[in-house]
């Protein structure tokens, strides 16, 4: 891979990683370099690894061989420097906005007044003003993964690793999402780690998009849109750059794709 | 706002549905009676009045004095023992292999058969009947645990860890709460099982406190009594299962998923 001089230095490594489910061999031999304070997406059909990729870095399942660093830290679990926002929201229905929110907080033991102020600002900041103490069953899908983002944010981790988070929801409120996640990577000064499997969504919200081909799953290209990025949210899906990178990775996609 | 009122109408209007199907099954049991549909059949006025008059003379609260203490008793330790080895089966697969096939056999084992060899190896006293109790109401309670607790959801799990949940943490705030429902299920499930089983208890081994009033007022054709009796304890088994939903409900409150749409 060139190492271009813009390119910050990164703040999630991972090397050789392979993994094997019994005989399903998921990963095979995959290194990535995730830029400190941009956004990253993992794109590639279902069944690629990505899910499986995201949570070797999060340190939630154990690579069979290769290793993850994280602000040069190599990881061996879960830790505080990582929040993990999940495909299915993970919320917990017994709780009310308020504590799912609060949840990572309270098991690092924050104060119970001190994690509520700090998840107040945070339901704000998703836009749930008014919901603190709502149930997850009583919100609509969009509004229970501005819940799972609240929680992830709260615990003010240095990478956000987001699993197709937008995928269970509506379009409309998935172009929102899109653009508030814009928003984030703009002023969190965080880094993102993003899967999905949409490659519109992926040029939209992406500094750098790794293509993942399926099983077993090696990184085949790394693509970094730049020039759209300050045209404003509203001129990016008009753009001849997004629209010749929407066709150029549906051009290298498609043969993989029965 | 809106919400809560019509929640709250909604519950009036769940609790006036449960007082019209009572009226309606105790003016069967009085038609029931008038007819008569046989002459062991009181009707339900008859049956009340014998059931104030035990009330009165004090035989009743004596005789719940002996049958609550084999009932409260094993309950208790149905309860306890049943969630703690329940979560124990559900959570460790060694657990699993050694105890859950003792309760699969105790769910199926014929009651009636086992009484005999209970009271030789115990005696007739409160220990045989503690252990009646608790054959009838722990297997359910264990078992539906243990399934509870194994169906967690990974991804809340998942999620735990990844928030850096301690182990215990995991199990106190997410596999326990998760699993709640069901457990509550298996607790009701068990707890009217437990009052089968005391009166059981007081019919099969020796005649002692409710199961005596009935038994006595059966062989004196005293039939409004004995019904009046084993009315008072289906009653109790109603007040307390109720008593274990409220609970419930206060204290898992977003469990309760009724009538809001997903
Ligand atoms: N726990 C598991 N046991 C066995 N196979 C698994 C497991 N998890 C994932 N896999 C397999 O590994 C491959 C990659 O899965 P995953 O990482 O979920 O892909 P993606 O998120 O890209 O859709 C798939 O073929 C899947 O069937
Ligand atoms: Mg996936």
């Given at each position: 891979?060139?190492v271009?001089?813009?390119?910050?230095?990164?703040?999630?490594?991972?090397?050789n990683?392979?993994?094997?489910?019994?005989d399903?061999?998921?990963?095979?031999?995959?290194?990535?370099?995730?830029p400190?304070?941009q956004?990253?997406?993992?794109?590639g059909?279902?069944?690629?690894?990505?899910?499986t990729l995201?949570?070797?870095?999060?340190?939630l399942?154990e690579p069979t061989?290769?290793?993850?660093?994280?602000?040069?830290?190599?990881?061996?679990?879960?830790?505080?420097?990582r929040?993990?926002?999940?495909?299915d929201f993970a919320?917990?229905?017994?709780?009310?906005?308020m504590?799912?929110?609060?949840?990572?907080?309270?098991m690092?033991?924050?104060a119970?007044?001190?994690?509520e102020?700090?998840?107040?600002?945070?339901?704000?900041?998703?836009?749930l003003?008014?919901?603190?103490?709502?149930?997850?069953?009583?919100?609509?899908?969009?509004?229970?993964?501005?819940v799972?983002?609240?929680?992830?944010l709260?615990?003010?981790?240095e990478?956000?690793l987001?699993?197709?988070?937008?995928?269970?929801?509506?379009?409309?409120?998935?172009?929102?999402f899109?653009?508030?996640?814009?928003?984030?990577?703009?002023?969190?000064?965080k880094?993102f780690i993003?899967?999905?499997?949409s490659?519109?969504?992926?040029?939209?919200?992406?500094?750098?998009?790794a293509?993942l081909l399926?099983?077993?799953s090696?990184?085949?290209?790394?693509?970094?849109?730049?020039?759209?990025?300050?045209?404003?949210v509203?001129?990016?899906?008009?753009?001849?750059?997004?629209?010749?990178i929407?066709d150029e990775?549906?051009?290298?996609?498609?043969?993989?794709?029965e | 706002?809106?919400?809560?009122?019509w929640?709250s109408?909604?519950?009036?209007?769940?609790?006036l549905?449960?007082?019209?199907?009572?009226?309606?099954?105790?003016g069967?049991?009085?038609i029931?009676?008038?007819?008569?549909?046989?002459?062991?059949f009181?009707?339900?006025?008859?049956?009340?009045?014998?059931l104030f008059?035990?009330?009165?003379?004090?035989?009743?609260?004596?005789?719940?004095?002996?049958?609550?203490?084999?009932?409260?008793v094993?309950?208790?330790?149905?309860?306890?023992?049943?969630?703690?080895?329940?979560?124990w089966?559900?959570?460790?697969d060694?657990?699993?292999?050694?105890?859950?096939?003792?309760?699969?056999?105790m769910?199926?084992?014929?009651?009636?058969?086992?009484?005999?060899l209970?009271?030789?190896a115990?005696g007739?006293?409160?220990t045989s009947?503690v252990?009646?109790?608790?054959?009838?109401?722990?297997?359910?309670?264990?078992l539906n645990?243990a399934?509870?607790?194994?169906?967690?959801?990974?991804?809340?799990k998942?999620?735990?860890?990844?928030?850096?949940?301690?182990?215990l943490s995991?199990?106190?705030?997410?596999?326990?709460?998760?699993?709640?429902?069901?457990?509550?299920?298996g607790?009701?499930l068990?707890?009217?099982?437990?009052?089968?089983?005391?009166i059981?208890?007081?019919?099969?081994?020796?005649?002692?406190?409710?199961?005596?009033?009935?038994?006595?007022?059966?062989?004196?054709?005293d039939?409004?009594?004995?019904?009046?009796?084993?009315?008072?304890?289906i009653?109790?088994?109603?007040?307390?299962?109720?008593?274990?939903?409220?609970?419930?409900?206060?204290l898992?409150?977003?469990?309760q998923?009724?009538?809001v749409?997903?």
């Amino acid at each position: 891979m060139v190492v271009a001089d813009d390119i910050p230095e990164s703040a999630v490594s991972t090397r050789n990683i392979s993994k094997n489910y019994g005989d399903v061999e998921a990963l095979r031999d995959l290194s990535l370099e995730f830029p400190r304070g941009q956004l990253t997406s993992l794109l590639g059909p279902s069944g690629c690894g990505k899910t499986t990729l995201l949570k070797i870095i999060a340190g939630l399942l154990e690579p069979t061989s290769g290793e993850v660093e994280v602000n040069g830290q190599m990881v061996t679990g879960p830790g505080p420097d990582r929040a993990f926002v999940f495909q299915d929201f993970a919320l917990l229905p017994w709780a009310s906005v308020m504590r799912n929110v609060s949840f990572g907080l309270e098991m690092r033991g924050v104060a119970k007044s001190e994690r509520e102020d700090i998840a107040a600002r945070y339901i704000k900041e998703v836009g749930l003003g008014g919901f603190e103490n709502a149930y997850p069953h009583e919100l609509s899908g969009g509004m229970r993964q501005r819940v799972g983002l609240a929680r992830a944010l709260s615990v003010d981790a240095e990478v956000l690793l987001m699993d197709e988070p937008f995928s269970a929801v509506d379009e409309q409120t998935r172009r929102k999402f899109q653009e508030d996640l814009l928003g984030l990577v703009q002023n969190e000064n965080k880094t993102f780690i993003f899967v999905t499997h949409s490659i519109e969504e992926a040029v939209y919200v992406s500094d750098q998009i790794a293509i993942l081909l399926p099983r077993p799953s090696r990184v085949h290209e790394i693509i970094r849109p730049s020039g759209f990025r300050d045209k404003g949210v509203d001129n990016i899906r008009r753009d001849p750059e997004y629209l010749d990178i929407v066709d150029e990775i549906w051009a290298s996609l498609r043969t993989y794709v029965e | 706002m809106a919400s809560s009122l019509w929640k709250s109408s909604m519950m009036k209007r769940a609790n006036l549905l449960k007082i019209l199907s009572a009226l309606i099954l105790f003016g069967a049991w009085e038609i029931a009676g008038r007819i008569p549909v046989s002459l062991a059949f009181p009707t339900f006025l008859e049956s009340m009045s014998a059931l104030f008059a035990m009330a009165f003379d004090g035989t009743l609260w004596a005789a719940y004095g002996e049958t609550l203490q084999p009932l409260v008793v094993g309950v208790a330790i149905s309860a306890v023992l049943g969630i703690a080895i329940g979560l124990w089966v559900g959570l460790s697969d060694f657990f699993d292999w050694l105890f859950s096939p003792i309760f699969i056999v105790m769910q199926a084992a014929p009651l009636a058969a086992l009484i005999p060899l209970l009271v030789l190896a115990y005696g007739i006293g409160l220990t045989s009947k503690v252990l009646v109790v608790c054959i009838m109401a722990m297997p359910v309670i264990v078992l539906n645990t243990a399934g509870a607790v194994r169906n967690t959801p990974e991804s809340m799990k998942e999620m735990g860890k990844a928030f850096l949940a301690s182990d215990l943490s995991v199990i106190l705030k997410i596999v326990i709460p998760a699993a709640s429902p069901v457990i509550f299920a298996g607790l009701r499930l068990g707890i009217s099982a437990g009052f089968i089983g005391a009166i059981l208890a007081e019919l099969k081994i020796t005649p002692t406190g409710v199961g005596d009033i009935i038994t006595y007022s059966r062989s004196i054709a005293d039939y409004p009594s004995m019904y009046a009796a084993i009315f008072s304890i289906i009653l109790l088994a109603v007040l307390f299962l109720n008593l274990l939903e409220k609970t419930e409900a206060v204290l898992f409150k977003g469990n309760q998923r009724g009538y809001v749409s997903d």
